[in-house]
């Protein structure tokens, strides 16, 4: 007897060979797109070129589906993306902090309302085009990294739950991205050589700090940039405009490299300094999801990434908190940004994660 399954198809390649594959291990599967939100309707300036989620990607995950004989739906979703996203994604900025968004569309709306509908169309399985893999091991499962370190998406999904991983999919984690495209070229899908797409789906043209200022319909308030002992350097445009570590687009000209160290949204300031100022060997996370165990040993050692694209790095990680971990480098990180995730490796298994709170030795 087939599984039942829904299958997150977003109109690009790697949904499209995830819903194949399926098929191959004996899942019956529905297709489904998310309507995450309306470029024009928002009143956006239009997406750009390589972004996800547009009309022209429920066309061709529609296509897909036809290829594949299984049935396709279009499931609007943008109340919930509005609320538990891009609400979200404004107010982090505003706070001074770096946020990551498709963590929380991953957490809030693929993991969680996605698997509730697939529940209430009574499909037991939510199939996706995520690099990552799924393994049982004893009572628990576990996420782990997939074979193409390239592609691994497991930084993204430190958030899933147990129950999310009882009932999720992931027909790729085995795979590379060649082989991937190979495999939808030998079926013959129309969007085998379809670009992946890029960035955040909502930012048009990837400016963040426009798409913050229509958000909310006024301009980010200027205020003052300082060094460390105070000294007032110049003005800056919205404190919006800047992230932990950024060096160009300042403003400002100065005998050697001047970083941003922090950002002040209290009194409006940025403090700028020299590089060294940047590095930090500890931080400490909240928002705890753990996979691997309810509670890690005290102290636990890892492996950890601070950013999606960043190398892990060895450190000792122990829970201060109910919902707090403090984690300690062996050696000094550089950029430790709040509002983006700490998640906590062990080999290729993701042991959990959270959002950095704050950097220091504090």
């Given at each position: 007897?087939?599984?039942?399954?829904?299958?997150?198809?977003?109109?690009?390649?790697?949904?499209?060979?995830?819903?194949?594959?399926?098929?191959?291990?004996g899942?019956?599967?529905?297709?489904?797109t998310?309507?995450?939100?309306?470029?024009?309707?928002?009143?956006?300036?239009?997406?750009?070129?390589?972004?996800?989620?547009?009309?022209?990607?429920?066309?061709?995950?529609?296509?897909a589906?036809?290829?594949?004989?299984?049935?396709?739906?279009?499931?609007?979703?943008?109340?919930?993306?509005?609320?538990?996203?891009?609400?979200?994604?404004?107010?982090?900025?505003?706070?001074?902090?770096?946020?990551?968004?498709?963590?929380?569309?991953?957490?809030?709306?693929?993991?969680?309302?996605?698997?509730?509908?697939?529940?209430?169309?009574?499909?037991?399985?939510?199939?996706?085009?995520?690099?990552?893999?799924?393994?049982?091991?004893?009572?628990?499962?576990?996420?782990?990294?997939?074979?193409?370190?390239?592609?691994?998406?497991?930084?993204?999904?430190?958030?899933?739950?147990?129950?999310?991983?009882?009932?999720?999919?992931?027909?790729?984690?085995?795979?590379?991205?060649?082989?991937?495209?190979?495999?939808?070229?030998?079926?013959?899908?129309?969007?085998?050589?379809?670009?992946?797409?890029?960035?955040?789906?909502?930012?048009?043209?990837?400016d963040?700090?426009?798409?913050?200022?229509?958000?909310?319909?006024?301009?980010?308030?200027p205020?003052n940039?300082?060094?460390?002992?105070?000294?007032?350097?110049?003005?800056?445009?919205?404190?919006?405009?800047?992230?932990?570590?950024?060096?160009?687009?300042?403003?400002?000209?100065?005998?050697?490299?001047?970083?941003?160290?922090?950002?002040?949204?209290?009194?409006?300031?940025?403090?700028?300094?020299?590089?060294?100022?940047?590095?930090?060997?500890?931080?400490?996370?909240?928002?705890?999801?753990?996979?691997?165990?309810?509670?890690?040993?005290?102290?636990?050692?890892?492996?950890?990434?601070?950013?999606?694209?960043?190398?892990?790095?060895p450190?000792?990680?122990?829970?201060?908190?109910?919902?707090?971990?403090?984690?300690?480098?062996?050696?000094?990180?550089r950029?430790?940004?709040?509002?983006?995730?700490?998640?906590?490796?062990?080999?290729?298994?993701?042991?959990?994660?959270?959002?950095?709170?704050?950097?220091?030795?504090?």
């Amino acid at each position: 007897m087939k599984k039942p399954g829904l299958i997150a198809m977003s109109g690009g390649v790697d949904s499209s060979v995830a819903a194949l594959l399926s098929q191959n291990q004996g899942f019956d599967g529905i297709g489904v797109t998310l309507k995450l939100f309306s470029a024009a309707a928002d009143g956006y300036r239009g997406a750009r070129k390589g972004a996800c989620c547009s009309l022209a990607d429920v066309v061709d995950a529609r296509n897909a589906a036809y290829q594949l004989q299984i049935p396709h739906y279009t499931l609007n979703f943008s109340a919930a993306f509005a609320d538990q996203v891009i609400r979200p994604f404004v107010e982090t900025y505003e706070k001074g902090e770096t946020p990551n968004p498709c963590i929380d569309c991953n957490r809030h709306i693929k993991f969680r309302g996605l698997l509730q509908r697939a529940k209430q169309l009574a499909r037991e399985y939510l199939i996706t085009g995520h690099y990552a893999r799924i393994e049982p091991q004893g009572s628990r499962f576990l996420l782990k990294k997939a074979r193409d370190p390239k592609k691994d998406q497991s930084y993204v999904l430190y958030a899933m739950t147990q129950e999310q991983l009882a009932h999720t999919v992931f027909p790729l984690g085995d795979l590379t991205k060649a082989e991937v495209r190979a495999i939808a070229l030998e079926a013959g899908l129309l969007n085998a050589r379809k670009q992946d797409s890029q960035d955040i789906c909502f930012v048009p043209e990837g400016d963040y700090a426009h798409f913050i200022e229509a958000y909310r319909g006024k301009p980010a308030a200027p205020g003052n940039i300082l060094d460390e002992t105070g000294l007032l350097l110049g003005q800056h445009r919205g404190l919006i405009r800047y992230t932990i570590g950024q060096r160009r687009g300042l403003g400002l000209s100065f005998p050697e490299p001047r970083y941003v160290l922090a950002k002040s949204p209290a009194d409006n300031t940025l403090i700028l300094g020299r590089e060294a100022g940047l590095y930090t060997q500890r931080l400490y996370a909240d928002t705890l999801n753990l996979i691997a165990w309810d509670e890690p040993e005290k102290p636990r050692r890892v492996t950890v990434k601070t950013r999606y694209l960043q190398a892990e790095q060895p450190a000792w990680a122990v829970q201060v908190a109910p919902d707090r971990i403090r984690v300690d480098f062996d050696t000094p990180q550089r950029a430790i940004t709040p509002g983006q995730a700490a998640v906590l490796y062990d080999g290729d298994v993701v042991l959990g994660g959270g959002t950095i709170l704050s950097a220091g030795t504090g």
